[in-house]
């Protein structure tokens, strides 16, 4: 940006922001903006406002709101049309930098277009329904591959939560895309007890009253009656609610005062309708409570970190778990009876709710200021197209990354692969994973912990006792905890069998999140979450075995960045949750096509040694397998479609070294092919559940399950016999490889296990 005054040294920027609706009083983004304009104005970027709808009724066209410039386009033509959006901006574009959509306003995209065709950025921010996904999810079906294309005269999208980031990545490339929290203004007084007795008798609260806060209207989609219903459920009636928020809806408003006469809560509910100053409430209450259906980033969850309360709120995907570290500021339910929980641990434990305030607090600090966030914005208006325009620290807690990241490939985990010296002999590990079995064409929530399908491990384990190995066992929360499994897992590790944790985040507490293909793959989760779950179950197979364990696999492959920093931080050394070759990313997975099976170190120490499932592709066109792969990735790849069409003609297709679903002589031809290409570790991988019939599409029948362990038997001998290879341990991988790792360093061979 060269033209405008300068000031503190650099170019002033102009920015028109255009809404649909616009209500400065009382619209969520009006009042937001309109506070946000002028901080984002004091670092040499001006804004003014075009309003596409609302009609303020009376005075001129032009208006200003807290030093805010306003224009009203019907006001100036008089109705409401995208040609009239178009003329205003013929005649002003000129004044503007770049435009910033916080609506769509044009379905056309005509204006959009012209203000390109002017050499002016457009943005379009993303708050609630309106993610490039859901924008084009509103034009007819035959139109949506015109839509998409006219899509790209949209610079980049400005999401405001991680949800929205997600359905974003869905649509666009996450170059276009740019991440910003809501933010607020949190100078707010330090708590003053007496202060705060007079406000909570003032209000009709008693000194050893629990306050509970909801901050919006009353309507279906804030779910009031949610909350309503839970209270029901604490006999208490110290505990009571209060809603400070407008009645949007009588129907439900109404609804909701029944609900409390017929659950006997009068005087325990205070519906205290709309306020201009909530302060006051704030001040009073002991916790902040949320039981919204859909949300973008709501204010008020920053109003009660600004004013140090611990939030309970229903579980909202990829928002609450991203701001709320369950049991450190604030609860996350799924259900009324996590609400009651949560609520009874602040009523019963002394000083958590001000322990966990303070969290709170803190949180909003680092990431919340609405002067972090105005700088934010400053910095994408001054520079629209940079790859990466926020700042590294901009929002220290607050940087979303999913499993989908890396379709990328290693470097969106850090991963460094390496190879092995050619003279090594084949190394085989065999890695299971230990797990309740569950209905796996039906998805995750059909997994009731069923762990009896354990005793076909250890009946049938002799598979390998025989050939001279012992598996490695990735063991679930239900397997680890349930006695029956339990005692043949003990049994095993006395034997020799290295045992370490299975991430299924469905069965793993705090069970908080839908159970649905998203929430399946840890990576996914924030990352509070995916570490409060992993802590727990690191716990439980401490508890069975009496030793730490340090051997990792996510459930579905499912890891992220996130996941990695955390098994570095909780001090793991090897992980075994790569799937080369395989793309999960339709179900919300990873997608690892541009991962090798070679073995590799992670974490920011390069202490962390990856050990991926063996998996590659095979068929007539396997050796052009990256040439391929790259086309298939590309644009007219998924238009055709490459990858699904070689498959069909078994020319290139995906298979894993598993006796599930691969015949002996697929895996025989993906070894041979990787040990031509220099590969030495392999790892041959399967379910627990299918060792025992009836449990998973591999092995219905025992005559089924006869068949997969000759094939297994058959696959160790050509291994050995035929390869001259070697059967080893992770653990044992790991001395090997790091003494490989280690300069002037002898490597010895491992330790065998036969």
Same mark, same amino acid.
């Given at each position: 940006m060269t033209d405008g005054a300068?000031?503190?040294?650099?170019?002033?920027?102009?920015?028109?922001?255009?809404?649909?609706?616009?209500?400065?009083d009382?619209?969520?983004?009006?009042?937001?903006?309109t506070r946000l304009i002028p901080l984002i104005a004091t670092r040499a970027v001006d804004g003014e406002v075009l309003v596409h709808e609302t009609d303020p009724g009376e005075g001129p066209a032009t208006l200003q709101h807290r030093s805010v410039t306003v224009h009203y386009l019907p006001r100036i033509y008089g109705r409401v049309s995208a040609l009239n959006l178009a003329r205003w901006?013929?005649?002003?574009?000129?004044?503007?930098?770049?435009?910033?959509?916080?609506?769509?306003?044009?379905?056309t995209f005509l204006t959009y277009a012209?203000?390109?065709?002017?050499?002016?950025?457009?943005?379009?921010?993303?708050?609630?329904?309106?993610?490039?996904?859901?924008?084009?999810?509103?034009?007819?079906?035959?139109y949506r591959r015109v839509v998409r294309a006219l899509m790209r005269t949209i610079d980049r999208f400005v999401v405001i939560s991680p949800q929205l980031l997600r359905r974003s990545l869905e649509t666009v490339p996450r170059p276009r895309t740019w991440f910003v929290p809501q933010g607020g203004v949190l100078e707010v007084a330090a708590p003053d007890p007496e202060a705060r007795a007079r406000l909570r008798a003032a209000l009709g609260f008693g000194p050893d009253d629990v306050v509970l806060l909801n901050v919006g209207s009353l309507s279906?989609?804030?779910?009031?009656?949610?909350?309503?219903?839970?209270?029901?459920?604490?006999?208490?009636?110290s505990v009571r609610l209060v809603v400070v928020g407008p009645a949007l809806e009588p129907d439900y408003t109404a609804e909701i005062e029944q609900a409390i006469r017929t659950r006997g809560l009068d005087g325990r509910v205070v519906l205290a309708g709309f306020q201009d100053r909530t302060d006051a409430f704030y001040a009073a209450a002991d916790a902040f409570v949320f039981a919204s259906t859909a949300e973008g980033f709501p204010n008020v969850y920053v109003e009660a970190m600004a004013h140090r309360l611990p939030i309970i709120t229903r579980f909202l995907p990829g928002l609450t778990d991203f701001i709320i570290e369950h049991g450190g500021n604030?609860?996350?339910?799924?259900?009324?009876?996590? %609400?009651?929980?949560?609520?009874?641990?602040?009523? =019963? +434990?002394?000083?958590? &709710?001000?322990?966990? /305030?303070?969290?709170s607090r803190r949180f909003a600090e680092r990431n919340l200021d609405l002067g972090q966030v105005a700088a934010a914005y400053a910095a994408l208006y001054r520079d629209p197209t940079a790859m990466t325009p926020e700042a590294p620290d901009a929002f220290p807690d607050l940087k979303p990354r999913f499993a989908r990241d890396l379709a990328a490939g290693p470097a969106a985990i850090g991963l460094q692969e390496f190879d092995t010296p050619e003279d090594w002999p084949p190394l085989l590990q065999?890695?299971?994973?230990?797990?309740?079995? %569950?209905?796996?064409?039906?998805?995750?929530?059909? =997994? +009731?912990?069923?762990? &009896?399908?354990?005793? /076909?491990?250890?009946?049938?384990?002799?598979?390998?006792?025989?050939?001279?190995?012992?598996p490695c066992l990735v063991v679930d929360t239900p397997v680890a905890t349930q006695e029956e499994s339990a005692g043949i897992i003990r049994g095993l590790a006395a034997e020799g069998c290295e045992i370490g944790v299975h991430l299924h985040p469905w069965s793993a507490?705090?069970?908080?999140?839908?159970?649905?293909?998203?929430?399946?793959?840890?990576?996914?989760?924030?990352?509070?979450?995916?570490?409060?779950?992993?802590?727990?179950?690191?716990?439980?197979?401490?508890?069975l075995l009496g030793e730490r364990p340090r051997i990792f696999k996510a459930g579905r492959y499912g890891l992220s960045a996130d996941t990695v920093a955390t098994l570095e931080a909780l001090g793991f050394e090897i992980d075994l949750s790569i799937c080369p070759f395989y793309d999960y990313a339709p179900m919300g997975g990873p997608d690892f096509s541009r991962f090798t099976a070679r073995p590799g170190w992670l974490g920011a120490n390069r202490r962390i040694l990856s050990l991926p499932t063996t998996a590659g592709p095979i068929g007539w066109l396997a050796g052009r397998a990256e040439r391929l792969s790259a086309l298939a990735r590309s644009p007219l790849g998924r238009l055709l479609p490459i990858s699904r069409l070689a498959a069909r003609a078994n020319a290139l297709y995906p298979v894993r070294l598993s006796p599930e679903g691969s015949s002996f002589a697929q895996m025989r031809e993906l070894t041979e092919r990787l040990l031509a290409r220099g590969l030495r570790v392999f790892t041959l991988t399967l379910h627990s559940p299918t060792l025992m019939p009836g449990n998973t599409p591999y092995t219905r029948t025992e005559a089924e399950l006869a068949a997969l362990l000759r094939t297994i038997d058959r696959y160790l001998r050509f291994f050995r016999d035929e390869l001259g290879g070697r059967f080893t341990t992770p653990s044992d991988l790991r001395a090997r490889l790091s003494a490989l790792a280690a300069p002037g360093a002898a490597a010895p061979l491992p330790v065998a296990v036969e």
């Amino acid at each position: 940006m060269t033209d405008g005054a300068a000031h503190g040294g650099r170019e002033r920027v102009r920015v028109l922001h255009i809404y649909r609706r616009f209500h400065p009083d009382y619209t969520g983004d009006g009042i937001y903006f309109t506070r946000l304009i002028p901080l984002i104005a004091t670092r040499a970027v001006d804004g003014e406002v075009l309003v596409h709808e609302t009609d303020p009724g009376e005075g001129p066209a032009t208006l200003q709101h807290r030093s805010v410039t306003v224009h009203y386009l019907p006001r100036i033509y008089g109705r409401v049309s995208a040609l009239n959006l178009a003329r205003w901006l013929i005649r002003n574009i000129w004044r503007f930098h770049l435009i910033h959509l916080h609506s769509h306003v044009d379905r056309t995209f005509l204006t959009y277009a012209l203000a390109r065709a002017c050499g002016r950025h457009v943005l379009f921010s993303c708050t609630l329904d309106d993610s490039p996904s859901q924008l084009l999810e509103q034009y007819r079906p035959r139109y949506r591959r015109v839509v998409r294309a006219l899509m790209r005269t949209i610079d980049r999208f400005v999401v405001i939560s991680p949800q929205l980031l997600r359905r974003s990545l869905e649509t666009v490339p996450r170059p276009r895309t740019w991440f910003v929290p809501q933010g607020g203004v949190l100078e707010v007084a330090a708590p003053d007890p007496e202060a705060r007795a007079r406000l909570r008798a003032a209000l009709g609260f008693g000194p050893d009253d629990v306050v509970l806060l909801n901050v919006g209207s009353l309507s279906r989609r804030k779910n009031i009656a949610w909350l309503v219903d839970a209270l029901a459920l604490i006999p208490d009636p110290s505990v009571r609610l209060v809603v400070v928020g407008p009645a949007l809806e009588p129907d439900y408003t109404a609804e909701i005062e029944q609900a409390i006469r017929t659950r006997g809560l009068d005087g325990r509910v205070v519906l205290a309708g709309f306020q201009d100053r909530t302060d006051a409430f704030y001040a009073a209450a002991d916790a902040f409570v949320f039981a919204s259906t859909a949300e973008g980033f709501p204010n008020v969850y920053v109003e009660a970190m600004a004013h140090r309360l611990p939030i309970i709120t229903r579980f909202l995907p990829g928002l609450t778990d991203f701001i709320i570290e369950h049991g450190g500021n604030g609860f996350l339910a799924r259900e009324p009876r996590q %609400f009651v929980e949560a609520v009874l641990a602040l009523r =019963d +434990t002394p000083g958590l &709710a001000r322990r966990m /305030g303070a969290a709170s607090r803190r949180f909003a600090e680092r990431n919340l200021d609405l002067g972090q966030v105005a700088a934010a914005y400053a910095a994408l208006y001054r520079d629209p197209t940079a790859m990466t325009p926020e700042a590294p620290d901009a929002f220290p807690d607050l940087k979303p990354r999913f499993a989908r990241d890396l379709a990328a490939g290693p470097a969106a985990i850090g991963l460094q692969e390496f190879d092995t010296p050619e003279d090594w002999p084949p190394l085989l590990q065999v890695v299971i994973d230990t797990e309740a079995a %569950f209905e796996w064409d039906k998805g995750t929530y059909t =997994d +009731t912990g069923k762990v &009896a399908p354990t005793r /076909g491990l250890q009946v049938n384990l002799d598979v390998f006792r025989r050939r001279g190995i012992l598996p490695c066992l990735v063991v679930d929360t239900p397997v680890a905890t349930q006695e029956e499994s339990a005692g043949i897992i003990r049994g095993l590790a006395a034997e020799g069998c290295e045992i370490g944790v299975h991430l299924h985040p469905w069965s793993a507490p705090p069970m908080v999140e839908p159970k649905d293909d998203w929430h399946s793959f840890s990576g996914n989760l924030g990352p509070w979450l995916e570490r409060t779950k992993l802590e727990a179950l690191t716990r439980q197979v401490t508890d069975l075995l009496g030793e730490r364990p340090r051997i990792f696999k996510a459930g579905r492959y499912g890891l992220s960045a996130d996941t990695v920093a955390t098994l570095e931080a909780l001090g793991f050394e090897i992980d075994l949750s790569i799937c080369p070759f395989y793309d999960y990313a339709p179900m919300g997975g990873p997608d690892f096509s541009r991962f090798t099976a070679r073995p590799g170190w992670l974490g920011a120490n390069r202490r962390i040694l990856s050990l991926p499932t063996t998996a590659g592709p095979i068929g007539w066109l396997a050796g052009r397998a990256e040439r391929l792969s790259a086309l298939a990735r590309s644009p007219l790849g998924r238009l055709l479609p490459i990858s699904r069409l070689a498959a069909r003609a078994n020319a290139l297709y995906p298979v894993r070294l598993s006796p599930e679903g691969s015949s002996f002589a697929q895996m025989r031809e993906l070894t041979e092919r990787l040990l031509a290409r220099g590969l030495r570790v392999f790892t041959l991988t399967l379910h627990s559940p299918t060792l025992m019939p009836g449990n998973t599409p591999y092995t219905r029948t025992e005559a089924e399950l006869a068949a997969l362990l000759r094939t297994i038997d058959r696959y160790l001998r050509f291994f050995r016999d035929e390869l001259g290879g070697r059967f080893t341990t992770p653990s044992d991988l790991r001395a090997r490889l790091s003494a490989l790792a280690a300069p002037g360093a002898a490597a010895p061979l491992p330790v065998a296990v036969e």
